[in-house]
């Protein structure tokens, strides 16, 4: 266990779009970002003797964390609500991981994981919100340093604002305060952009959207201090946009990604008037395992 499980992404740009560079984590073994945070976050641990994990994720973080615990010969329970696709809670036991359906949402299917946790001393893990994760995820930015180097502007989609966190200490590492960030979420995931909006941590009273992976009511602490530090703007699109984005993307490199990805191409691909000519802008491209027809 001495590599690590997530693998160094290359970076793409097109040819009508010489200046946007995407950061393809569609690649992961995982087909998210997901491992990298993971990968930290399971190896500091089993470094410490604890062999035993719970999660109530069954989207990405769950998978990933599946994954890495695989590799790793970790023990992995994952709690997911009624809402969660056959198609990911299948691909999360394939990989020898028990999967118990509880609740209808996942505030109740987490709240049970952190109970057993409690209960029988078993490292619960949360999808977005651990320092361990966001120093995984920024392993991205410093691949970029070598790849591209700095970027005037990186977009970048919002869920529970762990892979924000990430983004945003590669950067202050590299000491790239100047990089202006665009977030992107949709609509009927706005987390971040109502709580940027009131000025403080707002809690959303539903989830209504089919980028599901985005839909955190409510962000980590940590994203919305850090983001502060940094030039950010908010952005919101429909579904459709996301989604649309998405099936252009797969045109243009046949990569096929989750809407809660299309957010963030929307930028480049439907919405170019907000990056602005000579700009050297790096996209986010999260990737996602969910399949589209599950959605
Ligand atoms: C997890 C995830 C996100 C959102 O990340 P957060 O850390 O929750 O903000 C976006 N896209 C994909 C594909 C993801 O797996």
Not at 193 to 210: D, P
Request: with cysteine; glycine share 8%; hydrophobic share 40%.
């Amino acid at each position: 266990m001495v590599n690590p499980l997530y693998i160094q992404t290359p970076v793409y740009s097109s040819k009508e779009h010489p200046n946007v560079f995407y950061k393809m984590e569609s690649f992961q073994p995982t087909q998210s970002f997901k491992v990298r945070g993971m990968d930290a976050l399971c190896r500091f641990h089993f470094n410490q003797g604890r062999t035993k994990f719970i999660a109530s994720s069954g989207g990405n973080a769950g998978y990933s964390l599946a994954y890495v615990c695989q590799k790793m010969g970790a023990s992995l329970k994952v709690i997911v609500p009624e809402t969660t696709s056959k198609y990911m809670i299948d691909k999360i036991t394939s990989l020898n991981t028990e999967v118990e359906v509880y609740g209808d949402a996942w505030d109740e299917a987490n709240k049970k994981a952190l109970e057993i946790s409690k209960k029988d001393g078993s490292v619960f893990v949360s999808p977005f919100d651990d320092p361990l994760l966001w120093k995984g995820h920024s392993s991205m930015i410093d691949e970029c340093a070598k790849q591209i180097g700095r970027p005037d502007k990186v977009v970048v989609s919002v869920g529970g604002g762990g892979l924000l966190c990430g983004v945003l200490e590669g950067l202050k590492k590299h000491g790239w305060t100047e990089t202006k960030i665009i977030t992107t979420e949709t609509y009927g995931a706005a987390s971040f952009y109502q709580s940027w909006k009131a000025g403080k941590i707002i809690s959303l009273n539903e989830i209504t959207t089919i980028a599901n992976t985005l839909g955190a009511k409510k962000i980590a602490k940590k994203a919305f201090s850090m983001a502060k530090g940094f030039e950010t703007q908010t952005f919101l699109m429909s579904d459709e946009d996301a989604v649309t984005a998405s099936s252009l993307f797969y045109d243009e490199f046949r990569v096929r990604v989750e809407p809660a990805c299309g957010a963030a191409l929307s930028v480049p691909y439907l919405f170019p008037e907000l990056l602005y000519e000579n700009e050297r802008v790096l996209v986010i491209a999260c990737g996602g395992a969910n399949s589209p027809g599950s959605l």
